[in-house]
Structures are given as structure tokens and as C-alpha cells.
């Protein structure tokens, strides 16, 4: 793939339970723009694999990674993840703390996942009509 931007590029990822491999050496490239489907039978590894792809969005969202040691650059972009202000939402509910491990309290959670879906909203009212044209 020369001269064409990578969105995701693996090499041997492979992910076993015990002795058994799930995903076993997955060699994949995908360009930007290209689009993918994964096919196989039931217990081929195609959620594992998207999980592994994804699980860093968790860790970045302080689902498992708590930011409190991440190094500040990693931190502003962490709590400017959507999932961030998810995660502290449901800790601070399911908890009954009053902030979540994120700290920005219920109503600035509800708030920047309100203005995110609002954006979403507009965005594709916005290309709707373009897009059946």
C-alpha cells in the first residue's frame, strides 16, 4: 500500500484463552476510506479481534487506565473522549459518588454526552440530504 495513509495496520496479533488460540497471527492493513467485513463461523475470533482493535479507546476513556498517571497530553485527550464523561456518568450513578474517577461531576457528564449527540444530530441532518442525492 504505497502512498496511501493507513487508518489500522497489524502483524502477527494474536490473542489465546489457556492453549487455545481465539486469533491466531492476523496480518491486516487497511487504508484509509477502505472498508472491511469480517467473515467467519461462530467462534472464528471476529468479536475478539474488533475488541482487540477498540480495547485502546477504553483504556484512553479511563474505563480501565485511570488518567490520574497518564502524562498531561494523553490526559486533555482522554477527557475529551466522549466514553470519558460515559464512564464517570455511570460511576457516579452506580457508585452513588458524587464525581466519578474522571471528576467532572453528573451534570458535566450529562451535558458533553447532550452537546455531543446534538452535534451528531446536526451532522447528519446536515449530509442526509446530500447523501441521497
Known amino acids: 500500500m504505497t502512498g496511501q495513509t493507513l487508518a489500522l495496520e497489524t502483524h502477527a496479533l494474536t490473542r489465546r484463552f489457556g492453549a487455545h488460540s481465539v486469533v491466531g497471527s492476523v496480518d491486516l492493513t487497511v487504508a484509509e476510506g477502505e472498508v472491511y467485513g469480517l467473515l467467519g463461523c461462530n467462534g472464528a ?10 480495547a485502546p479507546l477504553f483504556f484512553a476513556g479511563n474505563a480501565i487506565y485511570p488518567t490520574d498517571v497518564m502524562p498531561p497530553w494523553l490526559r486533555f485527550v482522554a477527557h475529551a473522549a466522549p466514553l470519558s464523561f460515559v464512564v464517570d456518568g455511570l460511576r457516579t450513578l452506580v457508585l452513588a459518588q458524587g464525581a466519578g474517577a474522571g471528576g467532572f461531576g453528573l451534570g458535566a457528564d450529562f451535558g458533553a454526552l447532550a452537546a455531543g449527540l446534538a452535534l451528531l444530530v446536526w451532522v447528519g441532518g446536515w449530509m442526509y440530504p446530500r447523501l441521497i442525492t
Open 45 to 54: 475470533g471476529r468479536s475478539t479481534l474488533i475488541k482487540m482493535l477498540t
